[in-house]
Each structure stands twice: as structure tokens, then as C-alpha cells.
T-cell receptor
Framework: QKEVEQNSGPLSVPEGAIASLNCTYS??????FFWYRQYSGKSPELIMS????GDKEDGRFTAQLNKASQYVSLLIRDSQPSDSATYLC??????????FGKGTRLSVIA | EAGVVQSPRYKIIEKKQPVAFWCNPI?????LYWYLQNLGQGPELLIR????????DSQLPKDRFSAERLKGVDSTLKIQPAELGDSAVYLC???????????FGPGTRLTVL
């Protein structure tokens, strides 16, 4: 059973701080890693994808991947109240279905 | 570019009634997915289509759920008969190829009374 684990939270950070969201996965052959943001009552929105070890930056978002440790993280710099949402980590390996974690709820306090 | 379109957005039915959901993927996306999402959980795959072919339906409860994707574009997911436990959000997503990013539609929130 392929698993993706996330701390459910809530993770509370003050406005302007760095929010760090973590995800571990069980399938060692996983190749593609995604972070989705989901506001309450809305559908998941893709915000980052990463395929190789290291960091990938996009605006205030940085995804970090460590395949040896089976660990992927998302950093949000200068957190804003509008970043308050549930962040879903998703993983797949080649031609296999995407497996989602349960998500981490982030609350940015103004 | 238009996103994934789903209808209806909300549906309330009584148990044992049939229900159908419709999805139109992003233009040019050959792969279409139907997911189910319960409160506090991540989406769970029900079925994946590559063009017209259902290539992964192992999680689809085939005794009551069915899906089709005629002509390889839009798709319909049906439940007959619906049970109380089917209350959830049904999400449709599409991608241009299996390993690339998936984009979700707004979802259909189903309530079975």
C-alpha cells in the first residue's frame, strides 16, 4: 500500500513568517511530486511540481525534494493570511495513480 | 484557456436514487480522472481514462458505479443506486499525459439523504 504522510495540523504561523510543510512517502520508486492548495469548499489547485532532488523556487514558494530520505517539503516565505488553506502533497511513480496525503491545514495569523 | 468543467456543482438526492456527474476536461488533455474526496481526506482515484479507454478502475465500486468517456473528450460518472456513504465531493481532473500535472475541476458536492 503506497502511502503519503502529512501532519494534519493545524500549523499556525504569524503573518510574514516562513511556513514549512512536510510530506513523507513510502514508495521508493516515486518520480513525480506535487503540492496542491485547497481552500475550504474549493477544489485542489496545483501550486508546485518537482521531479529531481534539490530545491525548486516559484515566487514565495519553494519545494524541496530528498529522494534518499523519501521526503518532500514546501516552504512559503512571507506568509499571508490568504495562504491559509489545506496543502495536499501528492506523489506518483511512472504510470501509476497519483497518491495524495490527507493534507496539512495552514493558518496564517495576521 | 478554459479549465476543467464539471456539473452539477451540488446535488442532493435520497438514497437508492440514481445520480450522474459530467466532466469536460481541458482542451487537448487526453487523460481524465475521477476522484472522490471525503472531508479531511485527500482525493482518492476512482477511475482514469486514456482517451476513451479506462486504464485504471480498480478503486471503482463496480456494483453501483459506472463511468464512460465516449469520443475521448467529456465523461460521465454515474451512481445507481446511491447510498448514504456516497456523500462526498466528486472531482474530475485532466492532464496532458500520465506523469504530468493534473488540473482539477470545481467538483460536485453530493449529499445523499
Amino acid at each position: 500500500q503506497k502511502e503519503v504522510e502529512q501532519n494534519s495540523g493545524p500549523l499556525s504561523v504569524p503573518e510574514g513568517a516562513i511556513a514549512s510543510l512536510n510530506c513523507t512517502y513510502s514508495d521508493r520508486v516515486s518520480q513525480s511530486f506535487f503540492w496542491y492548495r485547497q481552500y475550504s469548499g474549493k477544489s485542489p489547485e496545483l501550486i508546485m511540481s518537482i521531479y529531481s532532488n534539490g530545491d525548486k523556487e516559484d515566487g514565495r514558494f519553494t519545494a524541496q525534494l530528498n529522494k534518499a530520505s523519501q521526503y518532500v517539503s514546501l516552504l512559503i516565505r512571507d506568509s499571508q493570511p490568504s495562504d491559509s488553506a489545506t496543502y495536499l502533497c501528492a506523489v506518483n511513480a511512472g504510470n501509476t495513480p497519483l497518491v495524495f496525503g490527507k493534507g496539512t491545514r495552514l493558518s496564517v495569523i495576521a | 484557456e478554459a479549465g476543467v468543467v464539471q456539473s452539477p456543482r451540488y446535488k442532493i438526492i435520497e438514497k437508492k436514487q440514481p445520480v450522474a456527474f459530467w466532466c469536460n476536461p481541458i482542451s487537448g488533455h487526453n487523460t481524465l480522472y475521477w476522484y472522490l474526496q471525503n472531508l479531511g481526506q485527500g482525493p482518492e482515484l476512482l477511475i482514469r481514462y486514456e482517451n476513451e479507454e479506462a486504464v485504471d478502475d480498480s478503486q471503482l465500486p463496480k456494483d453501483r458505479f459506472s463511468a464512460e468517456r465516449l469520443k475521448g473528450v467529456d465523461s460521465t460518472l454515474k451512481i445507481q443506486p446511491a447510498e448514504l456513504g456516497d456523500s462526498a465531493v466528486y472531482l474530475c481532473a485532466s492532464s496532458s499525459e500520465m506523469v504530468s500535472e493534473q488540473f482539477f475541476g470545481p467538483g460536485t458536492r453530493l449529499t445523499v439523504l
